[in-house]
Nanobody, 129 residues
Framework: AVQLMESGGDSVQDGGSLRIACEVS????????MAWFRQTPGQEREGLAT???????SYADSVKGRFTISGDKAKNILYLAMNDLQPTDTAIYYC???????????????????????WGQGTQVTVSA
C-alpha cells in the first residue's frame, strides 16, 4: 500500500527556517499530484503548496515567497522548505497525494483537501515569538 510519512517538524523562533519532509512509498511523483497542507485546532485544513507531475508548482498567498515545495524523485521524498516563519505558521503539517490514474497536470494539483486521497500522519511545526 502507498504510504506517506512526514518528518522534520520542530520548534523554531520567529523569522527562522525549517525544512520538513514526506517520505513516499512507491514512485508517486510521476502520476500523482502532491501537496502540503496544514491544520490548527478548530480550523479547516489549509492548502499551502502543490507539485504536479509536470513539475509545476503553486502556492497559497499566505506562504508565497516564503515556502518552497520540491520533490526528490530518486529518493521518493517530498519537501517543504519554509523561511521567515511566523507564529501564525504554527500548525500540524501534512503531505498529501492525489491519484488520478493518469498524469497529474497543473489544473489537478488543487488546494482542496477533499481532492486528495492519501495522507500522512502529520508533523508539528511550532513558531515562537
Amino acid at each position: 500500500a502507498v504510504q506517506l510519512m512526514e518528518s522534520g517538524g520542530d520548534s523554531v523562533q520567529d523569522g527562522g527556517s525549517l525544512r520538513i519532509a514526506c517520505e513516499v512509498s512507491g514512485n508517486l511523483f510521476r502520476r500523482y499530484c502532491m501537496a502540503w497542507f496544514r491544520q490548527t485546532p478548530g480550523q479547516e485544513r489549509e492548502g499551502l503548496a502543490t507539485l504536479a507531475s509536470t513539475g509545476g508548482t503553486s502556492y497559497a498567498d499566505s506562504v508565497k515567497g516564503r515556502f518552497t515545495i520540491s520533490g526528490d524523485k530518486a529518493k521518493n521524498i517530498l519537501y517543504l522548505a519554509m523561511n521567515d516563519l511566523q507564529p501564525t505558521d504554527t500548525a500540524i503539517y501534512y503531505c498529501a497525494a492525489r491519484g488520478l490514474g493518469t498524469y497529474c497536470t497543473d489544473d489537478y494539483a488543487t488546494f482542496h483537501p477533499d481532492d486528495y486521497n492519501l495522507w500522512g500522519q502529520g508533523t508539528q511545526v511550532t513558531v515562537s515569538a
